[in-house]
């Protein structure tokens, strides 16, 4: 039996909840602003990243789920391109230390994502470098 990849929102709840467990006072505020961005980016920007066969299956689970449906339907994999868009500067806060976390942030996410084998490095090789890249152009640019 192939065991059943966690939804977005289980990666992200996981995810923010271990990346928050020590935090406090503005780094808390501001790992909290970082997930509200993202999932507000996810809902926003997410399907029109997606295959016409997961826009389909998200259209589907809009009919069900009316808050969220995104991360309720898709998977990690789903999840890289929308990273790729919130490390741009549509997605990226003004604020440079708040730029900064975000970065950070989604760099976490990504490692954590291969770290529990939730995407296939190998057959997503060319998005995850590409996301990467982009992540580290970012930071590049901070200076």
């Known amino acids: 039996m192939t065991p059943v990849s966690p939804s977005v929102e289980h990666i992200l709840g996981t995810f923010f909840a271990r990346r928050s467990i020590r935090a406090t006072g503005l780094r808390l505020e501001r790992i909290v602003?970082?997930?509200?961005?993202?999932?507000d980016c996810i809902e926003r920007g997410g399907s029109a990243l997606?295959?016409?066969e997961e826009r389909v299956l998200l259209e589907l689970e809009r009919q069900f789920c009316l808050h969220w449906p995104f991360h309720h339907a898709m998977k990690a994999p789903q999840l890289l391109p929308v990273l790729r868009l919130f490390v741009t500067d549509a997605w990226l806060p003004t604020n440079l230390q708040d730029r900064r976390v975000q970065l950070h942030t989604v760099a976490a996410l990504v490692e954590f994502l291969e770290a529990q084998a939730l995407v296939d490095g190998r057959r997503l090789l060319l998005p995850l470098l590409e996301l990467k890249v982009a992540i580290d152009d970012a930071k590049a640019a901070l200076h």
């Open 33 to 39: 602003n970082v997930a509200n961005r993202l999932s």
């Open 50 to 52: 997606l295959t016409s």
